[in-house]
T-cell receptor
Framework: AQSVSQHNHHVILSEAASLELGCNYSYGGTVNLFWYVQYPGQHLQLLLKYFSGDPLVKGIKGFEAEFIKSKFSFNLRKPSVQWSDTAEYFCAVNYNNAGNMLTFGGGTRLMVKP | GAGVSQSPSNKVTEKGKDVELRCDPISGHTALYWYRQSLGQGLEFLIYFQGNSAPDKSGLPSDRFSAERTGGSVSTLTIQRTQQEDSAVYLC???????????FGPGTRLTVL
């Protein structure tokens, strides 16, 4: 079965620190890749997505992610985090040959200290 | 325009009762998905509707769970004879195309006592 792994369950950073959240997925053919964010008390929102083309994708709020096909990875990065980035981050994969649903990682809770 | 809406936002029920959860997708979106988010299980796919095609029910955990989508728009997720392990946040999402970006609703928090 397809699976998505997020290596860090909890991350605590100070403001202005750099962020990298890991995401690896199991092999399953062609994939579409997503990062979603859930701010406290809010619903899931899309940060960025990769369907094809340039493997380095830019998202909202200064986030970016790099698709490395050989490593089955789609890590999320931000050069300088802000207190307002405190949230839970979910990596999600759509395996094109297995239906249209998303397979989610377990999520990473990020706390940014002011 | 309006996003995905779900009702109720919170539902508390007793073990053994049936519950219905409602989802209103974004107007014009042909694809509709149900997921649930629970402690220890994360976010799990439940069921997927695409246009007039037969739904993909592969994620439903038991035959107590069912869903329908009327007129290609509103969807209802029904859980019969609820159990305590059904307690979770049930999320609905819609997209304009298959494999497209999914827009999520705020969820319904279900608590089974």
């Amino acid at each position: 079965a397809q699976s998505v792994s997020q290596h860090n369950h909890h991350v605590i950073l100070s403001e202005a620190a750099s962020l990298e959240l890991g995401c690896n997925y199991s092999y399953g053919g062609t994939v579409n890749l997503f990062w979603y964010v859930q701010y406290p008390g809010q619903h899931l929102q899309l940060l960025l997505k990769y369907f094809s083309g340039d493997p380095l994708v830019k998202g909202i709020k200064g986030f970016e992610a790099e698709f490395i096909k050989s490593k089955f990875s789609f890590n999320l990065r931000k050069p300088s985090v802000q207190w307002s980035d405190t949230a839970e981050y979910f990596c999600a994969v759509n395996y094109n040959n297995a239906g249209n649903m998303l397979t989610f990682g377990g999520g990473t809770r990020l706390m940014v200290k002011p | 325009g309006a996003g995905v809406s779900q009702s109720p936002s919170n539902k508390v029920t007793e073990k053994g009762k049936d519950v219905e959860l409602r989802c209103d997708p974004i107007s014009g979106h042909t694809a509709l998905y149900w997921y649930r988010q629970s402690l220890g299980q994360g976010l799990e796919f439940l069921i997927y509707f695409q246009g007039n095609s037969a739904p993909d029910k592969s994620g439903l955990p038991s035959d107590r769970f069912s869903a329908e989508r009327t007129g290609g728009s509103v969807s209802t997720l029904t859980i019969q004879r609820t159990q305590q392990e059904d307690s979770a946040v049930y999320l609905c999402a819609s997209s304009s195309t298959a494999n497209g970006q999914q827009f999520f609703g705020p969820g319904t928090r279900l608590t089974v006592l």
